[in-house]
């Protein structure tokens, strides 16, 4: 089993950046790649962005490219979000995700990912 933890979330006004992070505990020497997702009200889960934890810089959605930049420390097994440029639009609950099946390339959909944090809000005012 893995366990995952976000924070960073808050309140940040558009045009401005929030960091989050997600901790990974347990079984971390199971996961292949992990990645962010987020939910906006009244809306489904959409992918954010995702990394394998070996190799790999990152890959995004159409929705954040160029803003948000994906990373991870592997000593600390710890999973960042760095979110510049906000946008109003970009408020929602954001998710952590990990998954352990190996394949080569990137998950970005729900179903690919084997454990979720329980996730951490980020609003954006305009």
């Known amino acids: 089993q893995v366990q995952l933890v976000e924070s960073g979330g808050g309140l940040v006004q558009a045009g401005g950046s929030l960091r989050l992070s997600c901790a990974a505990s347990g079984r971390t020497d199971s996961i292949y790649s992990m990645g962010w997702f987020r939910q906006a009200p009244g809306r489904e889960r959409d992918f954010v962005a995702t990394?394998?934890?070996?190799?790999?810089?990152?890959y995004y959605g159409d929705s954040v490219k160029g803003r948000f930049t994906i990373s991870r420390d592997n000593t600390k097994t710890t999973l960042y979000l760095q979110m510049n440029s906000l946008k109003p639009e970009d408020t929602a609950v954001y998710y952590c995700?990990?998954?352990?099946?190996?394949?080569?390339?990137?998950?970005?959909?729900?179903?690919?990912?084997?454990?979720w944090g329980q996730g951490t809000q980020v609003t954006v005012s305009s």
């Open positions: 995700a990990a998954a352990r099946v190996y394949s080569g390339r990137y998950y970005a959909l729900e179903d690919e990912y084997d454990y």
């Open positions: 990394i394998r934890m070996i190799g790999g810089s990152g």
